[in-house]
């Protein structure tokens, strides 16, 4: 009865884990729509705003960022620095040799779900302080995800801090040269330029699936 099932989920192609991801995602948006509604919600934090250099920022957008880049920097030292990370990192690379060195890959797996569960977690409390989040932006964000993987390579941290980095100032250049509703298409037509002049994107690995 178990080959039975796993069969069935192979045809209908359930067995692949972004399939699975992303159909999870579907049930966890409509979940959320239903019992919380798609009203936008903020947290509003009255902490003023600092003068930079002429510039006018708001001290809650500046303490955004700075826990954004130091959950980044926390996440560089688990995977370069921890038995942890550095299982992670074999894993991925090749899990079969991963394996037949001892590390137990049903159990990273799972520890590496709970890490990016843990960072997409954190990442929406510190985008609620900058941004009105709603359930209906879920794809606009995993569409964005998936440019800043793309331009900044995979395989490192550094590639997904680079890459938004990028795609951060593109879509800025963008829509104050092309008008906002294009900025978008811009990043996107970045992220196919690099699929065809480097794939392994800006400080991707060779190697890397």
């Known amino acids: 009865m178990p080959n039975a ?44 705003s600092v003068n930079l250099g002429g510039i006018i920022m ?18 560089y030292v688990v995977l370069r620095g921890s038995r942890i990370g550095r299982a992670i990192v074999a894993v991925r690379m090749d899990r079969d040799a991963a394996a037949l060195m001892g590390i137990r890959v049903d159990r990273i797996y799972a520890i590496t779900f709970g890490i990016g569960a843990l960072m997409a977690g954190a990442a929406g409390s510190v985008f609620a302080m900058v941004y009105p989040i709603t359930t209906n932006l879920t794809n606009t964000f995993l569409g964005k995800a998936f440019v800043v993987c793309i331009i900044g390579g995979l395989g490192s941290v550094q590639g997904a801090l680079v890459g938004g ?7 800025s250049l963008a829509g104050q040269l092309v008008g906002p509703q294009h900025a978008l298409t811009v990043g996107f037509a970045l992220m196919l330029t690099l699929l065809v002049v480097k794939p392994t994107g800006l400080t991707g690995i060779r190697g890397y699936e």
């Not at 980095?165 to 879509?171: P, S």
Request: proline share 4%.
């Open 165 to 171: 980095l990028v795609l951060g100032i593109v879509e």
């Open 58 to 75: 708001p001290v809650d957008r500046l303490l955004a960022m700075g826990l954004a880049l130091l959950l980044t920097a926390v996440l």
């Open 5 to 48: 099932a796993g069969e069935l989920f192979s045809e209908i192609g359930l067995d692949h884990p972004l399939t699975l991801t992303f159909g999870l995602d579907l049930i966890l948006y409509n979940f959320m729509t239903v019992y919380y509604t798609a009203t936008p919600r903020r947290v509003t934090l009255d902490l003023g």
